[in-house]
């Protein structure tokens, strides 16, 4: 149907029409590769700025917006972003509100490329060329890592720029035809006599969002609609209108990665969608006052002596356009997002079942690795803490301050973090698949290590507990020393996993200095547990009649269990360490 159209369009036969919906195509597929090698190699480049940037993300509403700003400009894609803040949300990184602030601020960032493809009419076949041959040499025969994601970030570029022309080629042929002109002005925003047409501007609208969404991409659209304005297919504000409907159409992306996810990623992508769909219907009733204007004060539309329209500066005011209407979008959002949150909480109340705020729901083939790496450093770091509290609460056992319900939270912990630890590891495997820079791969093999250990400091305490129920089973009483001797043993490693858990928090930037004795740590650990192992068998040898030999034997096997745990505490620090050096 395609082949058929643009042939008749060109006036051609159908193996011409075939071959311009090929080259379409092609086109097309070469710019979404591009920018994904963009994306690749900015993300390499950035990656320890982006992290910082995602923690500044939850200070404030301007470090917010900054963010979803920069990460946005780095990844290419106010949908990735979005996808992103949705997993945020789902793991607990974010709140709504702050993930709110990242989304006005992703629908700027977008913009960025825009602006990258409106230089595109100033750029000939020659420097295109030349960009990827130069840029792929730096990718393949660099010897530093920085090198070469910085030559992929240039042949992402080029060929960004190489699928334009060929959809520019591609079109060419059929931009002068009075068929696919007719067409067109199906679907303008404007009638012949230059006045705007109300329901030709919805029409912009849907098409832009319907093939926006089809794409997932309104970079890649907006580069479409650029090139069929400076080809002279459609005219201006059809443009500027088009790019509406494209700032809805992106949403669904989200929308995508929140199918089957809690309640706050379905609200994260509602709040995408409705601030672009609310902008766009303040927008298209002032845009028939607002593009005159614009057109007039930085004369977008200019033609030279011979009536030529000067196809750079069209190219420039739709970039120009999809900016400002993001950045008026954003100002007066800005002071109402704590009622827009309210909002979208009114129209997705809370769930009335219990939900699993885990790993599971986020798509990691849709997340930037650097920040699902530190996704996953914020789900481990919860196991850390919850790690703490289970000691904590142990500590409550052996004082005889517990009861049935803190005994069976216990277990109940360490269930939740078997669960929490294989999610981990399943969404780390998926990441490490892709080609990742070194800093991130280390990252992330230190991740799935320390989370392992941290499951198994889970396992250790939920084994001590499970031998004090054995002997209050079977009727056993540890002496008043020996109670003790297991109190500060328990003391001891609390303070270790302490120091540790602090390593974690702290980072590898200063692990060196928080772990410097780490080993040390570990050696009077284990000295103690043997001393308090010889001085139990030494009462039982001495046919202490305090002394109960099976409870002795429990004893001992308290005493393996700690040593474990010492094991495990010791193992992550041990991780940190490596990754520090």
Not at 238 to 257: C, D, E, F, R, S
Request: glycine share 8%; charged share 15%; net charge negative.
């Amino acid at each position: 149907m395609l082949a058929s159209f643009f042939a008749q369009a060109a006036g051609a036969s159908f193996s011409a029409g075939v071959a311009i919906v090929a080259a379409l195509l092609g086109g097309l597929g070469i710019f979404l590769l591009g920018m994904e090698q963009i994306s690749t190699g900015l993300q390499a480049v950035a990656g320890p700025r982006m992290r910082k940037l995602v923690a500044a993300a939850t200070t404030n509403r301007f470090a917010g917006i900054t963010t979803g700003t920069v990460v946005t400009a780095i990844i290419q894609s106010s949908s990735v972003t979005t996808v992103m803040v949705v997993g945020m949300v789902t793991s607990g990184i974010m709140t709504l509100v702050q993930a709110i602030n990242v989304i006005i601020g992703a629908n700027i960032g977008t913009t960025v490329t825009a602006w990258l493809v409106a230089t595109f009419p100033k750029i000939g076949p020659t420097t295109i060329m030349g960009i990827i041959g130069v840029a792929a040499i730096v990718y393949l025969f660099a010897k530093r890592e920085s090198w070469k994601y910085i030559g992929l970030i240039f042949l992402g570029l080029g060929l960004i720029f190489f699928g334009l022309d060929l959809i520019n080629n591609a079109l060419e042929p059929i931009s002068q035809s009075d068929g696919l002109r007719e067409a067109m002005a199906l679907f303008s925003a404007v009638e012949p006599d230059g006045s705007f047409y109300l329901w030709g501007m919805i029409k912009c609208v849907f098409v832009g969002a319907i093939a926006t969404a089809i794409v997932q991409s309104s970079s890649a659209t907006t580069g479409i609609a650029i090139i069929l304005v400076t080809t002279g297919n459609i005219d201006f504000y059809t443009a500027a209108t088009l790019v509406l409907g494209m700032n809805i159409g992106t949403t669904i992306t989200a929308w995508l990665a929140a199918l089957g996810a809690p309640t706050n990623a379905r609200r994260a992508a509602l709040a995408h969608s409705l601030f672009n769909v609310i902008g766009v219907i303040i927008m298209v009733p002032l845009f028939p006052i607002l593009l005159p204007i614009a057109n007039d004060v930085f004369s977008i539309v200019q033609t030279d002596a011979n009536g030529v329209v000067d196809t750079a500066r069209v190219a420039f005011g739709v970039a120009g356009v999809h900016t400002a209407f993001n950045v008026v979008n954003t100002c007066i959002f800005l002071p109402l997002v704590h009622p827009f949150a309210w909002l979208i909480t009114r129209i997705i109340p809370d769930s009335k079942i219990r939900e699993n705020p885990r790993l599971t729901v986020i798509d990691s083939t849709r997340v930037a690795p650097v920040v699902a790496v530190e996704q996953a450093r914020k789900e481990v770091e919860y196991m850390c803490s919850r790690c703490e509290e289970m000691l904590d609460d142990f500590r409550k056992v052996l004082t005889g301050e517990s009861d049935d319900e803190l005994e069976q939270n216990l277990f109940r912990s360490e269930d939740a973090l078997d669960v929490i630890q294989h999610e981990v590891s399943t969404f780390l495997g998926v990441i490490m698949s892709k080609n990742l820079p070194s800093e991130v791969a280390l990252r992330a093999r230190m991740l799935l290590r320390v989370a392992d250990e941290y499951e198994s400091v889970s396992d250790e305490v939920a084994a001590l507990l499970r031998q004090i129920l054995r002997m209050r089973k079977s009727g056993m009483k540890i002496s008043d020393r020996g109670a003790s001797d297991i109190l500060s043993l328990h003391d001891l490693c609390r303070g270790f996993a302490a120091t540790v858990n602090e390593g974690f928090r702290q980072g590898k930037a200063h692990a060196q200095d928080v772990l410097s004795h780490l080993h040390t740590d570990a050696a009077t650990i284990s000295a103690r547990v043997k001393e308090i192992r010889k001085a139990q068998m030494t009462r039982m040898a001495d046919h202490d009649p305090t002394i109960d030999p099976l409870c002795v034997v429990v004893v001992l096997d308290v005493l393996n269990i700690y040593r474990r745990l010492k094991e495990d505490c010791l193992n992550i620090g041990e991780a940190m360490l490596d990754e520090g050096r």
